[in-house]
C-alpha cells in the first residue's frame, strides 16, 4: 500500500525551529520526487520544498529559502522538513507529496506532478 504519513506538527514560537517527518511506504524514494507543500487557512495550496528521486536536487520556495531544509534517507524511507527561524507565516497543514520522476529536478509548484499524498499535519506558529 502506498502510503505517506507526516508527523511532527505542532506549536511553535516565531523564530523557533521545528521538524516534520514523512514516513514513507510502498513508494520508492529511488523513482519518486518528493515535495512539502502547505496551506493555512482561507489561503492557496502552496508548494515549499522539494528533492529528486536522486536526491541531489533540491528547490525551495523563495520565502524559506536559507530557513528550511528538506532531505531523505532512503534507507530508513523518511523525508524530513527542517524549519528553522519560523515566522507565523509558515503556519498552516503540511503535507507531503510523491511522484513519479522523469528527470533530475523537482517542481515544488506543480501540485499535478504529485499524485500520492499524506494527511498532514498542522503547525502553529505563535507567541
Known amino acids: 500500500q502506498m502510503q505517506l504519513v507526516e508527523s511532527g506538527g505542532g506549536l511553535v514560537r516565531p523564530g523557533g525551529s521545528l521538524r516534520l517527518s514523512c514516513e514513507v511506504s510502498g513508494i520508492s524514494l529511488d523513482d519518486n520526487n518528493i515535495a512539502w507543500f502547505r496551506q493555512a487557512p482561507e489561503k492557496e495550496r502552496e508548494g515549499v520544498a522539494c528533492i529528486s528521486s536522486r536526491g541531489d536536487y533540491t528547490i525551495y520556495l523563495d520565502s524559506v529559502k536559507a530557513r528550511f531544509t528538506i532531505s531523505k534517507h532512503i534507507g530508513q524511507s523518511m523525508v524530513w522538513l527542517q524549519m528553522n527561524n519560523v515566522r507565523t507565516e509558515d503556519g498552516g497543514t503540511y503535507y507531503c507529496?510523491?511522484?513519479?520522476?522523469?528527470?533530475?529536478?523537482?517542481?515544488?509548484?506543480?501540485?499535478?506532478?504529485?499524485?500520492?499524498w499524506g494527511q498532514g499535519t498542522q503547525v502553529t506558529v505563535s507567541s
Open positions: 507529496a510523491a511522484g513519479r520522476s522523469f528527470g533530475t529536478t523537482c517542481n515544488p509548484s506543480f501540485a499535478p506532478a504529485y499524485d500520492i
